[in-house]
């Protein structure tokens, strides 16, 4: 049976790593833990424009090779300004390793609608 520090210190956080020929290049997209998760879907609870919900989705997965996310929240915006057919399949993979099911995509389309004007969003949440 595993002990307590077994269980705590077990590195189960997986990734996955995607060519982005468009960015001359490669991403590692990583398993956000509970806390972070939780900290998105918060971040996620009001309506955001879609450019917006797949740059906060990437800031919070995107992550170095020892699983440091790469982006922080005053990153979003410059992300969004990204090639949209590239933040959608990042996206895509971002979500199946983190298991985000139909309910949670449902969700989140929901989500991407337009933002009433004024609206900033939520702060990026932190792994």
Do not use: H
């Amino acid at each position: 049976m595993l002990t307590r520090e077994q269980i705590l210190q077990a590195r189960d956080l997986g990734s996955e790593t995607v060519s982005v020929p468009e960015w001359g290049g490669d991403v590692v997209l990583g398993v956000m833990s509970g806390k972070a998760r939780d900290s998105l879907m918060e971040a996620m609870a009001e309506p955001q424009k879609t450019s917006r919900f797949q740059a906060l989705m990437l800031a919070s997965t995107i992550v170095d090779d020892n699983g440091a996310q790469v982006f922080t929240a005053e990153d979003v915006e410059q992300l969004q300004g990204k090639n949209p057919d590239v933040l959608a399949r990042l996206v895509a993979v971002a979500m199946r390793i983190n298991n985000f099911g139909s309910q949670s995509t449902a969700a989140a389309e929901k989500n991407s609608e337009a933002a009433p004007s004024g609206s900033s969003g939520s702060d990026l949440p932190v792994n």
